[in-house]
């Protein structure tokens, strides 16, 4: 009988992350530090599982190949959120009725990913997880991804009831461009590429250090899109910079 557990050569590791995720939406103002880095960042966390396509330990006469010992699967569900305001240059100018109404608008947004993403090791896996070289104790990696994002979005004035005429800057006011601005939860997907590294912390243990860019191909994410301004060019995005601790299950 062939033993098909001798022949399993994958491993699997479990883990969480956690971190800062700032997003780049059609709140604030493009180019603008604030806006884009500094000014709407909220938290994020989630739970990781890798399937690795070679055992880790260390086996002289069971070496695999270049992808297996290279490239690693990574499963995640996360959650984030962040708080939304306008920067720059137009909310900051209070002596201009668009002014007043930017810097009264505020809005949240909600976040549920799920998908995967590929990862590519310039260390060797097994030389790394086995830690057959003493020395060697970081682990570089590059990653490409795909995921299914639930988003849920909110929208408050300091003026009062956003939907109501002239609260909203003039290309979200929902009483001239009803699609503008919408509060609907809804389903998208997005793309992530990433760069990060790994911290050989014990024999089975790692910590994670990892940033990354997830472009939606949604523009309501945040619950606004004026379509008919021509400034409105690109989708929501963020960058999430976390931290993350990884257990080596086998």
Same mark, same amino acid.
Do not use: C
């Given at each position: 009988?062939?033993?098909?557990?001798?022949?399993?050569?994958?491993?699997?590791?479990? /883990?969480?992350?956690?971190?800062?995720?700032?997003?780049? @939406? !059609? *709140?604030?103002? =493009?180019? +603008?530090?604030?806006? #884009?880095?500094?000014?709407?960042?909220?938290? /994020?966390?989630?739970?990781?599982?890798?399937?690795?396509? @070679? !055992? *880790?330990?260390? =086996?002289? +006469?069971?070496?695999? #190949?270049?992808?297996?010992?290279?490239?690693?699967?990574?499963?995640?569900?996360?959650?984030?959120?962040?708080?939304?305001?306008?920067?720059?240059?137009?909310?900051?100018?209070?002596?201009?009725?668009?002014?007043?109404?930017?810097?009264?608008?505020?809005?949240?947004?909600?976040?549920?990913?799920?998908?995967?993403?590929?990862?590519?090791?310039?260390?060797?896996?097994?030389?790394?997880?086995?830690?057959?070289?003493?020395?060697?104790?970081?682990?570089?990696?590059?990653?490409?991804?795909?995921?299914?994002?639930?988003?849920?979005?909110?929208?408050?004035?300091?003026?009062?009831?956003?939907?109501?005429?002239?609260?909203?800057?003039?290309?979200?006011?929902?009483?001239?461009?009803?699609?503008?601005?919408?509060?609907?939860?809804?389903?998208?997907?997005?793309?992530?590429?990433?760069?990060?590294?790994?911290?050989?912390?014990?024999?089975?243990?790692?910590?994670?250090?990892?940033?990354?860019?997830?472009?939606?191909?949604?523009?309501?994410?945040?619950?606004?899109?004026?379509?008919?301004?021509?400034?409105?060019?690109?989708?929501?995005?963020?960058?999430?910079?976390?931290?993350?601790?990884?257990?080596?299950?086998?």
């Amino acid at each position: 009988m062939v033993n098909l557990q001798a022949q399993d050569q994958s491993s699997h590791e479990i /883990g969480f992350i956690s971190g800062s995720a700032s997003f780049t @939406t !059609d *709140y604030g103002e =493009r180019n +603008n530090f604030q806006s #884009n880095v500094g000014g709407n960042v909220g938290m /994020g966390m989630g739970v990781i599982y890798y399937l690795n396509f @070679t !055992d *880790y330990r260390y =086996r002289w +006469n069971q070496r695999t #190949n270049y992808w297996a010992e290279h490239f690693r699967v990574r499963a995640e569900l996360s959650y984030m959120s962040s708080k939304l305001d306008h920067f720059g240059q137009w909310a900051d100018d209070l002596s201009t009725d668009g002014g007043v109404l930017l810097r009264a608008h505020h809005g949240k947004t909600y976040l549920v990913n799920l998908g995967a993403q590929l990862e590519f090791h310039w260390v060797d896996i097994v030389d790394f997880g086995s830690r057959r070289i003493p020395d060697l104790k970081w682990s570089p990696y590059v990653s490409a991804g795909a995921f299914v994002d639930f988003y849920n979005p909110s929208i408050y004035s300091d003026l009062g009831d956003w939907r109501d005429p002239g609260v909203l800057y003039p290309k979200w006011d929902p009483n001239n461009f009803p699609d503008a601005a919408r509060i609907t939860p809804g389903i998208t997907m997005s793309a992530t590429l990433g760069i990060g590294t790994r911290r050989k912390l014990g024999y089975y243990s790692d910590l994670l250090i990892e940033s990354r860019w997830q472009y939606f191909f949604s523009n309501y994410v945040d619950g606004l899109n004026a379509r008919q301004a021509p400034e409105n060019k690109y989708n929501d995005w963020l960058l999430w910079i976390h931290v993350g601790y990884i257990y080596y299950l086998n």
